[in-house]
């Protein structure tokens, strides 16, 4: 059995209140992908909604690009993503949490996507964000932080 990475990629689609499109950025993706695959891990797919993830920045005359967006199996995958409450972060080895400006709407205040970072890293995972990603971690909460930082504040 192949051991198994998570990425997070966003569900928002619009940038701020403007009509102008966003999502994850494919090359932020797709290159971490063709990496891992090469090396023998499985990725799936999550996103704060579930379903298909909207792209920004598709760029196929890049060859990994191209050749991600028409690998069916992956393809189906970001098209068909899962939503948080559907995984079980014990199955992954790690998260990786890619870019794009959609990530600033979705991820920061995502109790879910926190709950699979703090599983994954609390089980000795490895937790990885890019770019605009790591907005996803911000209110990320770990079980030993509180009694640390509480020993923390009250040394000063």
Not at 35 to 52: H, N, R, T, W
Not at 65 to 77: D, H, L, T
Not at 121 to 127: A, M, T
Not at 133 to 154: E, Q, T, Y
Request: charged share 20%; aromatic share 10%; proline share 5%.
């Amino acid at each position: 059995m192949k051991k198994k990475i998570l990425f997070v990629v966003t569900s928002h689609d619009r940038l701020g209140n403007t009509n102008n499109p966003t999502g994850y950025y494919l090359s932020e993706v797709s290159h971490p992908w063709s990496v891992l695959i090469s090396a023998g891990y499985e990725i799936d797919f999550v996103s704060p909604k579930g379903g298909k993830a909207p792209a920004e920045a598709v760029d196929l005359t890049d060859e990994i690009n191209k050749a991600f967006w028409e690998n069916s199996v992956y393809r189906f995958k970001i098209e068909h993503t899962l939503n948080p409450k559907e995984v079980n972060p014990v199955e992954y080895i790690a998260v990786f949490y890619a870019g794009g400006h959609g990530v600033m709407w979705d991820y920061p205040n995502n109790q879910d996507l926190g709950r699979i970072a703090q599983t994954i890293y609390e089980n000795g995972g490895v937790v990885s964000a890019v770019c605009h990603a790591p907005a996803a971690l911000l209110n990320v909460k770990l079980l030993g932080c509180s009694v640390l930082c509480s020993k923390i504040n009250s040394h000063y």
